[in-house]
């Protein structure tokens, strides 16, 4: 089975560690529901509106990781058909939302510099890696957009790689990181013996690896760190 080196896994997480900490540089949206939220910390609820979690998915406020969980948690329970008429700018703020919610930077920081140790062990630390994400998230609105096909079409590749990742991880927790794996680097994996939730949380993954076969040289460009290209971890095309 293919490996994953340690110095590629360690920019991978770097990656991600990248991905979550730009949270800190997103730009305050000044009016509507999400300013408030942003000062106040409001509760949400049911009745929030969509347009006023998303508006709060696109400030600062959005890169605490309780908020974030707490605006996947409405999202998830709002209509399917709501979340996929969304802007794609909306719908690519949704899936940022992923791994704020789901893990620590500090985490995945430590791993990332273990990784680049000397002799490190990469299987175990890719399980380290999964393990780290929090799987108790509501991923519902995030495997809504990872189905549509506009999203998988023009979303930024690094989104849906991360995202991906994030419903990777809860996948692991329950069939374990090597399975995991051996599935993801098969061309047609047979996936059949699985529960049918977990099936379908691959078969979304496994449909961001074939979408990102279709994209350009330029967008897989976007996604690449130090000569390791993120949508590698999924065994996506290399650059």
Do not use: H, W
Request: negative net charge; aromatic residues 2%; hydrophobic residues 45%.
């Amino acid at each position: 089975m293919k490996r994953i080196t340690p110095m590629p896994l360690a920019l991978a997480i770097a990656g991600i560690v990248a991905a979550v900490s730009c949270a800190s540089c997103r730009q305050l949206y000044t009016t509507s529901l999400a300013a408030s939220l942003a000062r106040d910390s409001v509760n949400l609820s049911s009745r929030t509106k969509t347009s006023d979690l998303v508006a709060l998915a696109k400030t600062d406020a959005a890169g605490d990781s309780a908020l974030a969980k707490e605006v996947l948690e409405v999202l998830s329970g709002k209509d399917t058909t709501e979340i996929t008429n969304l802007a794609l700018d909306d719908k690519t703020a949704i899936l940022n939302l992923a791994t704020t919610a789901t893990v620590k930077l500090s985490d995945l920081t430590a791993i990332a510099a273990e990784a680049g140790t000397d002799g490190a062990d990469t299987d175990a630390l890719i399980e380290k890696a999964f393990d780290a994400f929090d799987n108790t998230v509501q991923l519902g609105a995030v495997q809504t957009l990872l189905a549509d096909r506009e999203t998988l079409e023009q979303a930024p590749v690094e989104t849906l790689v991360l995202a991906s990742a994030v419903v990777a991880a809860d996948v692991a927790k329950d069939i374990g990181t090597g399975l995991l794996m051996e599935i993801l680097e098969q061309d047609n994996p047979d996936i059949s013996a699985l529960p049918a939730d977990q099936q379908a949380k691959i078969e979304l993954v496994l449909n961001v690896k074939t979408a990102l076969d279709q994209r350009s040289a330029e967008d897989l460009e976007a996604a690449s760190i130090g000569g390791f290209n993120l949508a590698d971890l999924l065994g996506g095309s290399p650059i």
